[in-house]
């Protein structure tokens, strides 16, 4: 049988009776300690912003291209062209993981927060209003595009895909359902702009280099390809151009959410919690006091 010391006074627990007496003898502190907690925790829970989370559901669309370009490039090469391989059948296709990547790199949160201006709204409580500068801050450090971006990836765009149907969410949230819903719309469009400018860009490229390689062509047979290869990558030039949701269908745009349709737990389930948390706190009070009052006897 183990030995074990015991304290005169102390029992090791406490009796439910011995609890009621303590809250009855004490009962203006059990009930003011109890009051505070609870307005404490319910203050809180009414300062905390509400949240509300705005989505577009959207797949990577299929732009228009020349399905000729592949067969073109394969014919230049039997002709022994040197530079033939050169001629990659860029296609202005966008994959799904592709799709997903662009709008999951910080290069794309980067140009949204500075296009849009995000880093005073980011940083409200650092930015003078009035006077449209930063205030000074303790340390003398400011806010950079870096901290913007931790912040709008960690706390405010959050991404979802279907790797079996294609669909792809870009969800925002944000303490305005009409903000949120505008930077949504607005995410993908910049997305949609960045993946548009890189295939105007490298069609211009292409036609460029196959000019050169026109020119320098001994064959008419070989310059006619190449010409055929130019206007396909014109076309593509024209589609991404004019175009619109040219790397994205859009499925659902985003639409601001209801006032009263906050993400956050509804206020009457917070304050249940801090009732409970109220009391766990007095309980926990008694039982100290019964041990403090035995330990006195």
């Known amino acids: 049988m183990d030995n074990v010391a015991t304290e005169p006074g102390w029992t090791g627990s406490v009796s439910l009776v011995t609890l009621l007496t303590i809250v009855r003898k004490r009962q203006k502190q059990v009930i003011a300690l109890t009051i505070t907690i609870f307005l404490v925790a319910a203050i809180v829970v009414f300062s905390q912003e509400r949240v509300y989370r705005a989505y577009v559901t959207m797949m990577p669309s ?99 895909r279907n790797r079996q149907t294609g669909f792809m969410r870009v969800n925002i949230e944000w303490s305005d359902p009409e903000v949120a819903a505008t930077w949504a719309n607005r995410l993908v469009e910049l997305a949609d702009e960045v993946i548009r400018e890189r295939d105007i860009r490298e069609s211009r490229d292409s036609i460029r280099f196959l000019r050169q390689q026109a020119a320098a062509a001994p064959l008419e047979s070989v310059k006619r390809l190449i010409y055929r290869l130019i206007e396909s990558y014109s076309k593509t030039i024209m589609v991404a151009s004019v175009k619109e949701d040219y790397a994205f269908a859009i499925i659902d745009p985003a639409v601001a959410p209801r006032i009263d349709e906050p993400i956050n737990m509804p206020h009457s389930f917070k304050l249940s919690l801090a009732l409970v948390f109220a009391l766990g706190c007095t309980l926990v009070f008694a039982i100290l006091m019964a041990q403090i009052e035995g330990e006195g006897h």
């Not at 980011?122 to 340390?139: G, I």
Request: proline share 5%.
């Open 62 to 160: 299929q732009p228009l291209v020349d399905p000729a370009r592949m067969s073109i490039t394969s014919e230049l090469l039997g002709f022994g062209l040197a530079d033939a391989g050169k001629m990659d059948v860029f296609q202005a296709r966008t994959s799904m993981n592709e799709a997903f990547a662009i709008l999951d790199s910080r290069t794309i949160s980067r140009r949204f927060i500075e296009t849009e201006g995000l880093l005073p709204i980011l940083f409200a409580d650092r930015w003078d209003e009035e006077a449209e500068t930063w205030a000074e801050p303790a340390s003398g450090d400011l806010p950079t595009i870096d901290d913007a971006i931790e912040i709008f990836e960690r706390d405010i765009r959050f991404l979802s």
